[in-house]
Nanobody
Framework: QVDLVQSGGGSVQFGGSLRVSCVVSGDIFSIDCFGWFRQAAGKEREEVVVFDSAGRRPSYADSVKGRFTISQDNAKNTLYLEMNSLKPEDTAMYYC???????????????WGQGTQVTVSS
C-alpha cells in the first residue's frame, strides 16, 4: 500500500510561481510510475506530467511544457511540482498519483493524494 500526502499550492498572481509537494510512504518499491494531474472546476481531470519511478522520462502536457518542472528528494521520499509563469487557466486542484504493476509508460494510476488547490489570478 502506498500513501500520498500533499502540501503547498495556494494563490498567486499571473506570472507567479508555486510549488506543490507530495510525500510518498508505504510500499515505495511497488511503484512503477508517478504523475501529477489537475482538475479545474467543472472540467475533466487532466494529466500534467507522468514519469517513471526513477524520475526519468517525464512527459509533460503541452499546456505546461517549459513552465512546469518535476523534481524529487529521495532522502525525504518527496516529489515536487514546480510551477512557473502561472496563468489563470492553471487554476485547478492538483493531485499527485502513483501506479504499481503497470510499467511505464503504460501507467494505470491507482493511488492518489488528497489534492492541493492552486489559484492564479489575472
Amino acid at each position: 500500500q502506498v500513501d500520498l500526502v500533499q502540501s503547498g499550492g495556494g494563490s498567486v498572481q499571473f506570472g507567479g510561481s508555486l510549488r506543490v509537494s507530495c510525500v510518498v510512504s508505504g510500499d515505495i518499491f511497488s511503484i512503477d510510475c508517478f504523475g501529477w494531474f489537475r482538475q479545474a472546476a467543472g472540467k475533466e481531470r487532466e494529466e500534467v506530467v507522468v514519469f517513471d519511478s526513477a524520475g526519468r522520462r517525464p512527459s509533460y502536457a503541452d499546456s505546461v511544457k517549459g513552465r512546469f518542472t518535476i523534481s524529487q528528494d529521495n532522502a525525504k521520499n518527496t516529489l515536487y511540482l514546480e510551477m512557473n509563469s502561472l496563468k489563470p487557466e492553471d487554476t485547478a486542484m492538483y493531485y499527485c498519483a502513483t501506479a504499481g504493476g503497470t510499467p511505464f509508460p503504460n501507467c494505470k494510476f491507482n493511488t492518489w493524494g488528497q489534492g492541493t488547490q492552486v489559484t492564479v489570478s489575472s
